[in-house]
Each structure stands twice: as structure tokens, then as C-alpha cells.
């Protein structure tokens, strides 16, 4: 469904991305994992055109998209969920998963959506008509998610939604992810927390240093030794 | 009798004031809000100031005459403040060139009135559509190019487009003012205050246009848009917004804004010429900082209040403190409260 080919990125003088390759099978959950400036996120940037690509190839349902603007990414329905959240401060939550549904045109498919999201994360239903930018950093990350589900995507890029959580509502999040999942949407994640990553999803990568330097199903990525004392704390 | 009237209507005033703070939802930064009550409030509370002078009664209606003067004269400060304040929101750039989209606005209504024989209002929206044109050019040339330049390089640019549309319209307009044809002849008295029905015009239009604007930014989607780029750039991306379609919107509302402005000053003030757009561009400018740069309402308080202002000052001091008075209030909004009236000094934290 999605396939990177030796991609490379680069800011300025700093070489971000060294050749990565990865796929996403449809109806999968992927992990990447990797530690604090690895790449994880200039990665899902590129992916979604924020962030050019210097040289390589990123291939969504048989498209190439690595030169595609940002706006026809979404319209494709490749979603991603931002590291930090990036929810619009000064609308209401109500206004924000609008936004989400920015570039669908079934108005009555978006107001069941809705309902749906919301009533996944029932605490967004209570607080509707407050700023964005005033709700906790749990809330907000609830919200950023539900923001993407609102655009109804094909395969939903996640990053880091585990960030500053505690521990109760992490579990909360990745079992919502897991239901995602679920009902037919394919998810790249990435994430700081492998235990967890590599606990729900069918495969993972590793990236150190702009490098794949590691993949195999997430059992076995979890069984590994390296893994288990790099990223597993064991 | 009078201070009674005027209390009540200090009272009304202030109650409405509270209200507008208590949906503060729409006041906030980058939302359009309330924006088109702000003048209604602005004539309660000069309504209520003034009743509450209770001076002689000559005096009182000079007052009033003076505001309502400064409250039109205002009115066109606001139209242009919100050009510059709609920009700096969404490309965080003072597009000093708006100046001249103003200009451009008041010969585009003047050929409209003129050469084609228009009926005023067919040349309001001919003025409005040529400024948004001649907006959305200067983007696509002058700013579009510099979109990752240092902010340094745009702001020279923005300064030397201004310069350029001036001399190029001498080139092309010629030097000499041209008088715009007197459209609106209307006198009315009312409690022994003039009020000309020119004035009652640009007020009315502004309104309206601040109410169609207000609509525009809360409730449609390419006004969703602009909000959701000037909050967050890269999350507005990753909802599927074309960046930069919504920058040329942005840049073509916020010139025809200018464009009204300057067809209906020149109803009033019939003289128009190349360089009539530099001291009201710097003006609205400086109205959209004193209410908040960036802050849709923000625009129409700076503008008002400047121009009420400089009408006051103009009465009771002299015509030669009526430029001054502008940079001084600059100067003190600066110094008291950089980000403005309706600015805060805080981001909110993340
Ligand atoms: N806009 C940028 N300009 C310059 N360098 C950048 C930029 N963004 C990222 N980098 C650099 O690229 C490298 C990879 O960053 P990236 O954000 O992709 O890491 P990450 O794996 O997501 O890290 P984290 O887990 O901390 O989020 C880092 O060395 C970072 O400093
Ligand atoms: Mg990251």
C-alpha cells in the first residue's frame, strides 16, 4: 500500500534520512521506532511532502507521491497525525474535527463520522465548545487523533501519539489505535515507546541515525536482544 | 436630563462590551469574531461621552459633529488595517504595498464612474475586484518568490513594491489629481449635528463589509482556511489545505477591502492622486498594531479609534498634531502593550 525506496532527506547541510526503505501492507499496523533524532518524524514529513525528499521514491496505491503537494497527499487520503499535536489553538474542538474533514465532500458520511470519533473519545464530547488550545496535553493528543479519523483515511501515519501521557491513558490511546485498526484503516506508527509499538503491531522497523538498521515482524522484533536492550529497557 | 441619558447609555455600552468579552471564543486571536459590532459600540460609547458632557449645549454638538467625522474617516481606516492584518496572519509580512492597492482601488473606481459611466455602487465592486486583482499580482511577484526568504528581504521588497506602484501609477494616472465626481449630495441634521450622506454611505458599506467578512472568516471553508494557516501552517497542510491558494484569497479579501476604502474616500475627499495611498497605508498600519496585528477584530477597534482620534485632536488642538497623534498613540501602545489591545503577550503554552 505504501512503499519507500531509498529515500533520502536532507536540511541544509545535515543528511536526515540515509537511504530508507520500508512498506506498508494494507490492513496492517507498522511500527518505527528509534530513539530522540533518528528520523522518525523527518520521515513521516516526507511521506506526507512537508519535507522534500532529496533523492528515492515514495509510492502510495500505486502512485508516486514523492513529488506531490502536500494538500493532494490528503485528498488521497494518506493522513498523518503530527508529533506535538498541532491542533488549531484558537478553534473549538468542535471546529478542529472540521478541519479534519476539511477535503471530504459526503457531508452526511462526516456527521456519522463524527459522531463516531466522539464517541470513541467522549471526553472531546464534553468539551465541544472549548479552545483547543486550552485542553490538557491528553486531550489534545485525543483530539489530534480524532482530527485525523475525521478524514476518513486509507493508512493513518502516527507520530509519537504516547508523548507526555500517562501511563492509564497511554494504554487508552493504543487500544483506540488498535480499534482503528480494526475497522480498516492501515497505521504507520512511530513512537519512543517500542514495548508498546511493537505490542500491536504485525511488523517494525528500526531506525538509528537516518538508517534502517533493523526489521522483522514485531514479535521477533520484541524477542530480539539488541532491540530488548536498546529500546526495551532489558 | 442629559446625564441621565448618558448613563444609561455608558450602561448599555458597557454591558454590550461584557457580552462581546464573554463570547470571548470569537474575540480571540485569528478569529474574525464580532467584528462588525465594534463600530455600533464605538457610536454607543461616543453617544454616551458625549451626553455626558454636559458642557454647553454648542459644544456638546461640536463634539458629536467631530466624531462622526473621525467615526467615517475611521471606518476607511479600518477597511485597510484589516488588508494588513489578514496578511501578517496568514504570511506574518507587512505588505506595505497596501498602501498603493488602496490608490489603485480609488482610480479604479474613478475610471469606473468616469471613462465607463457606472452607477456608484457597479463601481464600488469594479474598484473592489481591480484591487483584489492588483492584490493577488503583488503576491504572485513580489512575495511569492521570497516565501522562505529572511522575513529581512520580504519587508524590503514589500517597501520598494509600494514605491514602485506609486511611480508607476504617475506614469500611468499622470501626476495631477484627478476629482472624482461628486456622487452623494445628501444633507440631513439630526439634534443640530451635519451629517452628510456620504458619510452615512462609507459608514454603512463598511459595515456591511465587515459583517460579509465576519461571516466569511467564521463560516465558510476557504475562511476556515485562512484561520487554520495563520494558527498552525503545517497542520493546516496536513488537513489538505492548499497553502497557498489561501494566501492569494487572503491577499485578494484583504485588497478589496482596500479597494472600497479607497472609492469611498474619494466620495468624500474627491481629490485622488498616485500618492494618496502612503500616509492612510501608514495609518491603517498603525491602527491595525495599536489594535492587535494579526487580530481580525483588532483591525476595526485600531482603525476607529485612530480615526476618532485624529478628528478629536484635529477640534481641539490643532490640524498640525493630526498626523503626530497616530505615531504618538504607536509609540505608547508599544511601550504599554506591544502586542496590541486585543493582543496577548503570552502564547498560550502547548
Ligand atoms: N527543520 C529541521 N531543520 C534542521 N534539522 C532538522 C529539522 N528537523 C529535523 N532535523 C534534524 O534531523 C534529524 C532527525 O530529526 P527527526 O525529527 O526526524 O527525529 P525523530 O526521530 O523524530 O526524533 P524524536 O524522537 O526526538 O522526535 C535530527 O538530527 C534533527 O536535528
Ligand atoms: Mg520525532
Redo the contacts with the bound molecule.
Keep these: 500500500m505504501l512503499k519507500i525506496t531509498d529515500l533520502h532527506v536532507h536540511?541544509?547541510g545535515?543528511h536526515?534520512l540515509k537511504g530508507v526503505s520500508l512498506s506498508v501492507e494494507e490492513g496492517q499496523i507498522v511500527s518505527l521506532i528509534?530513539?530522540?533524532?533518528?528520523?522518525?518524524?523527518?520521515?513521516l514529513n516526507t511521506i506526507s511532502s512537508l519535507v522534500p525528499a532529496s533523492s528515492g521514491q515514495i509510492i502510495f496505491m500505486e502512485n508516486d507521491i514523492t513529488k506531490s503537494a502536500p494538500h493532494s497527499i490528503v485528498k488521497s487520503r494518506l493522513i498523518q497525525v503530527p508529533?506535538g499535536r498541532k491542533v488549531f489553538p484558537q478553534m473549538s474542538v468542535a471546529e478542529n474535527l472540521e478541519m479534519g474533514a476539511y477535503v471530504r465532500t459526503d457531508k452526511r458520511e462526516v456527521k456519522a463520522d463524527r459522531e463516531r470519533v466522539l464517541n470513541m473519545f467522549p471526553r472531546l464530547r464534553e468539551r465541544e465548545r472549548q479552545l483547543a488550545g486550552t485542553l490538557s496535553g491528553g486531550e489534545q493528543q485525543m483530539l489530534a487523533i480524532a482530527r485525523g479519523i475525521m478524514a476518513k483515511p486509507r493508512i493513518l501515519l502516527l507520530d509519537?501519539p504516547s508523548m507526555g501521557l500517562a501511563p492509564i491513558l497511554v494504554q487508552e490511546i493504543f487500544s483506540i489505535i488498535r480499534e482503528i485498526n480494526a475497522q480498516g484503516t492501515t497505521i504507520l506508527l512511530?513512537e519512543?515507546n517500542a514495548h508498546m509499538a511493537l505490542s500491536i503491531a504485525n511488523y517494525g522497523y528500526v531506525?538509528e541515525t537516518g538508517r534502517v538498521v533493523l526489521e522483522g515482524p514485531a514479535t521477533e522484533l520484541a524477542a530480539n536482544d539488541e532491540i530488548r536492550s536498546a529500546y526495551l529497557g532489558a | 436630563m442629559l446625564p441621565v441619558l448618558g448613563f444609561t447609555l455608558l450602561g448599555v455600552t458597557i454591558v454590550l462590551i461584557v457580552l462581546l468579552f464573554k463570547f470571548k471564543v470569537q474575540l480571540t486571536l485569528h478569529t474574525a469574531g464580532q467584528i462588525a459590532y465594534t463600530p455600533l459600540m464605538f457610536i454607543l460609547a461616543v453617544l454616551a461621552l458625549n451626553y455626558l458632557l454636559v458642557g454647553l449645549e454648542a459644544d456638546r454638538i461640536y463634539f458629536l459633529q467631530q466624531t462622526v467625522y473621525g467615526i467615517s474617516l475611521g471606518s476607511v481606516y479600518a477597511l485597510i488595517a484589516l488588508g494588513y492584518t489578514m496578511v501578517y496572519g496568514i504570511v506574518r509580512l507587512i505588505n506595505f504595498a497596501h498602501g498603493e492597492i488602496y490608490m489603485l482601488g480609488a482610480y479604479a473606481g474613478f475610471f469606473a464612474v468616469t471613462s465607463m459611466g457606472l452607477h456608484f455602487v457597479l463601481a464600488l465592486i469594479f474598484a473592489m475586484a481591480a484591487a483584489a486583482l492588483a492584490g493577488v499580482l503583488v503576491e504572485r511577484i513580489a512575495y511569492k518568490p521570497l516565501r522562505n526568504a529572511p522575513r529581512l528581504a520580504v519587508l524590503i521588497t514589500a517597501i520598494g513594491m509600494s514605491l514602485l506602484l506609486q511611480n508607476v501609477g504617475q506614469k500611468v494616472f499622470g501626476s495631477i489629481p484627478r476629482s472624482f465626481p461628486r456622487q452623494f449630495d445628501g444633507l440631513y441634521q439630526i439634534g443640530g449635528i451635519n451629517l452628510d450622506q456620504s458619510r452615512i454611505i462609507i459608514f454603512l458599506i463598511t459595515f456591511l463589509l465587515m459583517l460579509a467578512l465576519q461571516y466569511f472568516v467564521n463560516y465558510t471553508k476557504p475562511g476556515r482556511a485562512m484561520r487554520a494557516v495563520s494558527q498552525d501552517r503545517d497542520a493546516a497542510q496536513l488537513m489538505g489545505i492548499n497553502v497557498e491558494r489561501t494566501i492569494s484569497s487572503t491577499f485578494a479579501i484583504g485588497s478589496m477591502l482596500a479597494g472600497a476604502a479607497g472609492i469611498l474616500v474619494a466620495i468624500v475627499f474627491p481629490q485622488i492622486r498616485p500618492t494618496m495611498g502612503l500616509m492612510p497605508g501608514l495609518k491603517a498600519f498603525v491602527a491595525a498594531v495599536i489594535g492587535g496585528i494579526g487580530i481580525i477584530p483588532g483591525a476595526v477597534i485600531g482603525g476607529l479609534l485612530l480615526g476618532v482620534s485624529e478628528n478629536l485632536v484635529t477640534a481641539y488642538l490643532s490640524s498640525s498634531w493630526r498626523d503626530a497623534i497616530a505615531f504618538g498613540m504607536l509609540i505608547v501602545i508599544l511601550l504599554v502593550k506591544p502586542s496590541g489591545i486585543l493582543g496577548r503577550n503570552v502564547r498560550e503554552k502547548v
Excluded: D, R
Design positions: 536540511y541544509g545535515i536526515a528509534g530513539a530522540n533524532g533518528a528520523g522518525k518524524s523527518t520521515c508529533e509519537e512511530v519512543q531506525l
